[in-house]
């Protein structure tokens, strides 16, 4: 299995960026899929997650400005991030999990600068 992130950046307070992470080695449309976000020295938190069905679910820092999204055609998985915020700074990292194994990509740097 193969998590592949990209489109972080540095943004500045107010704007917007979309990750993509692509997906390969799995049956992509049977897998629930997430992004987590990490400083560094501290825990690798959840920041969005969606199921197969599409079903999402938010860390409440970033409801109402993150939306999660999947493309089971090209086995990719989005998130839109609007109104950035300084403290959304961090590493995001794609994941999912198949038969009990966790997979993570390497991650991307998003950057907010106020």
């Known amino acids: 299995v193969q998590l592949q992130a990209s489109g972080g950046g540095l943004v500045q307070a107010g704007g917007s960026l979309r990750l993509s992470c692509k997906a390969s080695?799995?049956?992509?449309?049977?897998?629930?899929m997430a992004w987590y976000r990490q400083d560094p020295g501290k825990q690798r938190d959840l920041v969005a997650h969606?199921?197969?069905?599409?079903?999402?679910t938010y860390a409440d820092s970033v409801k109402g400005r993150f939306t999660i999204s999947r493309d089971n055609v090209r086995n990719t998985v989005y998130l839109q991030m609007n109104s950035l915020k300084p403290e959304d700074t961090a590493r995001y990292y794609c994941?999912?999990?198949?038969?009990?194994?966790?997979?993570w990509g390497k991650g991307t740097q998003v950057t907010v600068s106020s």
């Open positions: 994941y999912t999990t198949r038969q009990g194994i966790d997979y």
């Open positions: 080695g799995i049956n992509f449309r049977l897998h629930a």
């Open positions: 969606i199921t197969s069905d599409h079903t999402t």
